[in-house]
């Protein structure tokens, strides 16, 4: 987007704030107000703790600080705040109701729309490029993503529908060899990059060999069949460890009963083979990597492999170019409740042949998350400061669940190694040995 106000970019952002409230509404509304304010898991916040959550924080950014406008329930502040109440604790507090919580968030977005109108986008660091709207678009669709999540862990009748994702179209077994040689990494010009993106820096990356696709579930099977949740040898340490404290014996919400069956969002099915693995750990990665003899990519691999353009040396925002993904790119946007198969996008390849980096699952990399050299939080230190170090593992590319305005190549999500119920998989990579 431009930076000075210009009436495409105030649409822009309307349009993006427009279709994350779409989305929150489809995924609270489909739910009556018991299931509503439900503990479905104590690893997730009852679906109106988030939509609650989403309102609050777009009146704190947008209605307070951009706008200067009287708070509207600055006493909520507090039971609103991530930091001061774990998930598990959420379903204690004495939330707003349903309809409270819809009344409040309905108020907050009128006023925004004021605000919207009468905002420069070349003033403060803040608001240039309409970045802090953009910033609460992001952070609805991410907690979007968390509500869909919330809805795959729910027990009781489907009440969510999409259609099929599409077919495969080409073959993409086999290895991409991404050569040895220095790239951009991260960024300092996309207007609407998250803290974390920043700044573009220029890394190395001997060379290495990526697999064209993600790991699908019947490689996955292959892997269980052969024994691979009874092999130490193939577990890290805390992976074993975790392996069997929690009794790990498949991907979460899987079933053996004659062949492997799945739930997935209310339904009970067959598990597709060609669709990639999700609903695994960064530890079940790891140890599937070690008994294919691959490896983790990193995360300047992965990343490398998904912008860089051998054609010019630059690095571009998607593995396709720099073009915002369509519906032949990617699988994005809670279109589909599930990943495509494998070899469903060739459109959304990047230029040596990988496929799916964008959408259909979250990847794991073998990364701690650190910040980049040079990193500055902005414009709070809650969004990622406070998480860099060696507790959490970096994941890239995005799921089905994941709206393309919180997508693109250097979009960094990160969570803990034993996590299984975002939509996270991942894919291999190896050593080049000469
Ligand atoms: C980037 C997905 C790890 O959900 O914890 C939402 C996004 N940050 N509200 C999370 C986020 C603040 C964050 N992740
Ligand atoms: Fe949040």
């Not at 609050?56 to 329930?73: A, D, F, H, K, M």
């Not at 077994?173 to 993106?197: C, K, V």
Request: proline share 7%.
């Amino acid at each position: 987007p431009p930076l000075e106000r210009t009436e495409s970019l105030r649409d822009t952002i309307a349009s993006v704030l427009e279709r994350a409230r779409a989305r929150s509404t489809t995924l609270t509304g489909s739910v009556d107000d018991v299931d509503l304010t439900a503990q479905h898991s104590r690893l997730m916040s009852p679906l109106v703790w988030d939509l609650a959550h989403i309102g609050n924080q777009e009146e704190q950014w947008l209605v307070r600080t951009v706008g200067e406008r009287t708070p509207i329930r600055a006493d909520i502040d507090e039971m609103y705040d991530a930091f001061q109440h774990p998930r598990a604790d959420r379903p204690q507090l004495p939330l707003l109701g349903p309809d409270a919580t819809r009344d409040y968030i309905r108020i907050v977005r009128e006023k925004v729309l004021g605000v919207l109108d009468s905002t420069s986008f070349d003033g403060t660091p803040l608001t240039s490029g309409g970045f802090v709207f953009g910033m609460v678009a992001q952070h609805e669709q991410q907690h979007a993503e968390t509500m869909l999540a919330t809805h795959q862990l729910r027990r009781g009748a489907p009440v969510l529908t999409a259609p099929n994702p599409p077919t495969a179209d080409v073959d993409v077994t086999g290895e991409a060899i991404i050569p040895a040689g220095s790239f951009e990494m991260g960024t300092s010009s996309d207007l609407w990059a998250l803290d974390n993106e920043r700044p573009a820096h220029t890394v190395w990356v001997d060379e290495f060999a990526i697999d064209r696709a993600p790991v699908t579930n019947g490689q996955y099977m292959e892997f269980l069949a052969d024994g691979g949740y009874d092999r130490q040898d193939l577990w890290s340490a805390p992976g074993w460890e975790h392996r069997c404290a929690s009794e790990l014996n498949a991907p979460l919400f899987w079933r053996h009963d004659g062949t492997w069956r799945r739930r997935r969002f209310g339904y009970e099915e067959p598990i597709p083979e060609n669709e990639p693995v999700m609903h695994v750990c960064f530890y079940e990665a790891e140890a599937f990597a070690n008994w294919a003899g691959k490896r983790l990519p990193t995360e300047a691999e992965w990343e490398k492999a998904a912008r860089w353009d051998p054609a010019t040396g630059t690095s571009r925002r998607y593995p396709w170019g720099d073009a915002e993904p369509t519906l032949d790119h990617a699988n994005l946007g809670q279109r589909h409740l599930q990943p495509a198969p494998v070899g469903a996008y060739p459109a959304g390849a990047s230029p040596l042949g990988v496929h799916q980096l964008i959408g259909d699952v979250w990847e794991w990399t073998s990364s701690f998350f650190h910040a980049y050299p040079g990193f500055r939080f902005f414009p709070y230190a809650e969004y990622s400061d406070v998480f860099f170090g060696e507790d959490y593992r970096v994941l890239r590319g995005g799921s089905f669940g994941t709206d393309s305005v919180a997508m693109r190549g250097t979009f960094r999500n990160w969570d803990y190694p034993i996590r299984r119920q975002i939509f996270a998989g991942f894919r291999l990579a190896r050593d080049i040995t000469t």
